[in-house]
């Protein structure tokens, strides 16, 4: 890679507009996230990185302050300076390392997580939360009936979102909230592109049934089954 200090203006790519400091703000932080800007690095003092952007200092500044709250970099004497990775995902919220990961690594984590999350709704979910995604299963067989796409992406995201709140674990549940955008977004995207279109969304509400059936009949072990397959299948 080229080194970052001679091609910082070219990553960023920005103009000059209203919410300046947000918009540096989000550029450097998915290169640092990359490894485009890597760990050590220095930026250039406010003056030259100024001129390169056509921005006001007030604007850099205020980029740098959100990222050094954020953690990815660290301000003194030497300068502003990128963290360590471990550094940073101790101190960045987990939403915003999953916006920057690789599709690969994000069904990993995604099956990890969502396999859990239904064995354990299978084990802890009162009676009245069965009623809840029942309920979610029957708003998805009409948005089926009506072929509303969007809102199937939507009750797609709440069934999911359900499951997790089931398992009564706030780390679990605070997890999924970190990925149930991105999900949504990956649902709606694939929905688009899908020739077959109807026997997908017959296959999705089919899935949600299985995986429904295996948390009301407490089975911990069919539960996160069919929640591998459902992820598996539509990630294909």
Not at 58 to 78: F, H
Not at 127 to 134: F, G, S, T
């Amino acid at each position: 890679m080229s080194n970052p200090i001679h091609q910082l203006q070219d990553l960023l790519n920005v103009r000059p507009q209203k919410n300046m400091s947000d918009m540096i703000y989000e550029k450097i932080s998915q290169l640092i996230q990359t490894g485009e800007i890597p760990e050590g690095y220095i930026f250039p003092n406010e003056s030259v990185l100024c001129e390169q952007l056509s921005i006001g200092r007030s604007t850099i500044r205020e980029a740098y302050k959100g990222l050094e709250l954020s953690g990815y970099v660290t301000r003194s004497k030497r300068g502003t300076i990128v963290n360590s990775y471990s550094a940073i995902l101790q101190a960045t919220p987990l939403k915003s390392v999953i916006q920057g990961t690789s599709q690969e690594n994000f069904l990993e984590f995604r099956l990890m997580l969502e396999g859990q999350n239904a064995a354990l709704a299978a084990e802890r979910a009162a009676p009245e939360e069965y009623k809840q995604l029942q309920l979610i299963q029957e708003q998805l067989i009409n948005a089926q009936q009506e072929n509303n796409y969007e809102q199937i992406a939507i009750l797609d995201r709440s069934f999911h979102e359900a499951i997790a709140a089931y398992t009564h674990n706030p780390l679990m549940i605070t997890a999924m909230a970190a990925i149930a955008e991105t999900c949504e977004i990956q649902t709606r995207e694939a929905l688009s592109k899908i020739s077959v279109l109807s026997e997908t969304i017959e296959k999705i509400v089919s899935m949600h049934q299985a995986i429904l059936d295996a948390i009301r009949n407490q089975s911990p072990a069919e539960a996160m089954t069919d929640m591998l397959n459902h992820i598996a299948d539509i990630s294909d």
